[in-house]
């Protein structure tokens, strides 16, 4: 009898997980679609309730925080931005406790960095340039065959050294290199990140532009 209510009560635990499985793959796909959709703020509200309900995993707050620091970059009205890099980083802070030692979290510091600096180039440029660089690096360290620390990384530099006008050819070849990297990557799991590929091939199409 007390086999058969073991056996009972690990059937149960099992079609639960199996349900609290499907429902946050169901949320996560759909707050995907939602910002591929041109609806970034539903698409944040849906991440922040399914990351309240995942207590261990940090990819809900790390799509908070990616998609709010990508609607700083791409939004023309900046009345907002201080606000959302601070709802981005909090997020960001909650997944670093999720996930310590996490290279894709570190690429999404120096992003968060990039749109501040990118916001108030005199204030804080001298403050963050050089920690977003260390940062990028340390996510590089973290997982040599991360293509977006790569990429970033280079992107930084190669913005950096055309306003100190500065040669740009290192940090060209370091997207090459980030492309041959994008084509082998394959995501340890489901929604795991896996953006960038798009931008670094625009950025080394650009290379004789601006």
């Given at each position: 009898?007390?086999?058969?209510?073991?056996i009972?009560?690990?059937?149960?635990?099992?079609?639960?997980a199996?349900?609290?499985?499907?429902?946050?793959?169901?949320?996560?796909?759909?707050?995907?679609?939602?910002?591929?959709?041109?609806?970034?703020?539903?698409?944040?509200?849906?991440?922040?309730?399914?990351?309240?309900?995942?207590?261990?995993?940090w990819?809900?707050?790390?799509?908070?925080?990616?998609?709010?620091?990508?609607?700083?970059?791409?939004?023309?009205?900046?009345?907002?931005?201080?606000?959302?890099l601070?709802k981005a980083?909090?997020?960001?802070?909650?997944?670093?406790?999720?996930s310590?030692?996490?290279?894709?979290l570190?690429?999404l510091?120096?992003?968060?960095?990039?749109?501040?600096?990118?916001?108030?180039?005199?204030?804080?440029?001298?403050?963050?340039?050089?920690?977003?660089?260390?940062?990028?690096?340390?996510?590089?360290?973290?997982?040599?065959?991360?293509?977006?620390?790569?990429?970033?990384?280079?992107?930084?530099q190669?913005?950096?050294?055309?306003?100190?006008?500065?040669?740009?050819?290192?940090?060209?070849?370091?997207?090459?290199?980030?492309?041959?990297?994008?084509?082998?990557?394959k995501?340890?799991?489901?929604?795991?990140?896996?953006?960038?590929?798009?931008r670094?091939?625009?950025?080394?199409?650009?290379?004789?532009?601006?």
């Amino acid at each position: 009898m007390k086999k058969l209510f073991l056996i009972t009560i690990l059937i149960t635990g099992n079609l639960l997980a199996g349900l609290a499985q499907n429902q946050y793959e169901k949320g996560m796909q759909q707050a995907l679609q939602l910002w591929q959709s041109q609806k970034p703020m539903e698409a944040i509200g849906l991440f922040e309730r399914i990351a309240s309900a995942e207590k261990e995993n940090w990819l809900p707050n790390y799509y908070v925080g990616l998609v709010l620091t990508t609607q700083v970059f791409s939004n023309r009205d900046k009345s907002q931005a201080e606000a959302m890099l601070t709802k981005a980083q909090k997020h960001l802070d909650i997944a670093q406790k999720k996930s310590p030692k996490n290279s894709e979290l570190l690429c999404l510091q120096g992003f968060i960095n990039t749109a501040k600096i990118t916001l108030d180039p005199m204030t804080n440029g001298q403050k963050l340039s050089q920690a977003t660089i260390e940062t990028y690096k340390k996510a590089i360290q973290l997982d040599p065959n991360n293509p977006r620390a790569l990429y970033l990384l280079a992107e930084f530099q190669i913005n950096m050294a055309k306003f100190f006008g500065s040669d740009t050819t290192e940090y060209y070849e370091m997207i090459i290199k980030s492309l041959e990297k994008f084509n082998t990557f394959k995501a340890p799991e489901a929604f795991y990140p896996n953006w960038g590929a798009e931008r670094a091939k625009q950025i080394l199409a650009n290379r004789n532009g601006n």
